[in-house]
């Protein structure tokens, strides 16, 4: 479990920082996001029945002064195979489906690097 205390600490400091973070962040965003968005494509690929959402999972940046952020995940407009999304992570009430990993693995995996990348832009050195 990540304790997300250190991000938002993080938050706080970029939102200060105003257009001047956004320039220096957007790329380690897109970056984290692109890696998250592997991960998904690469476990949805490996499940027999569900292997076809892989190619609709797609990320998407949304920058402001404010904020930047990504939404990751299968995208109904690259396929309607996407669709099956909910099934294929979470399964239904009957037997079947949830044969995806979660993507919630996908970002834990990601986080370290990215927490260090954000240090990293804003001056902090993680020992």
């Given at each position: 479990?990540?304790?997300?205390?250190?991000?938002?600490?993080?938050?706080a400091?970029?939102?200060?920082?105003g257009?001047v973070?956004?320039?220096?962040?957007?790329p380690?965003?897109?970056?984290g996001?692109l890696?998250?968005?592997?991960?998904m494509?690469?476990d949805?690929?490996a499940?027999?029945h569900?292997?076809?959402?892989a190619?609709?999972i797609?990320?998407h940046?949304?920058?402001t002064d404010?904020?930047i952020?990504?939404e990751i995940?299968?995208?109904?407009?690259r396929?309607?195979?996407?669709?099956?999304?909910g099934?294929a992570y979470?399964?239904?009430?009957?037997?079947g489906?949830?044969?995806v990993?979660?993507p919630?693995?996908a970002?834990n995996?990601?986080?370290?690097n990215f927490v260090?990348h954000?240090a990293?832009?804003?001056?902090f050195?993680f020992?």
């Amino acid at each position: 479990m990540i304790d997300s205390s250190e991000l938002n600490g993080l938050a706080a400091d970029f939102s200060r920082a105003g257009s001047v973070a956004v320039g220096k962040v957007r790329p380690i965003v897109s970056k984290g996001a692109l890696n998250i968005k592997n991960r998904m494509q690469k476990d949805a690929s490996a499940s027999r029945h569900f292997g076809q959402i892989a190619p609709t999972i797609d990320y998407h940046i949304n920058a402001t002064d404010e904020g930047i952020e990504a939404e990751i995940g299968p995208n109904k407009a690259r396929g309607r195979s996407a669709s099956l999304a909910g099934l294929a992570y979470f399964g239904s009430s009957r037997p079947g489906g949830a044969t995806v990993m979660d993507p919630i693995h996908a970002l834990n995996d990601e986080a370290g690097n990215f927490v260090e990348h954000l240090a990293k832009a804003v001056g902090f050195i993680f020992e």
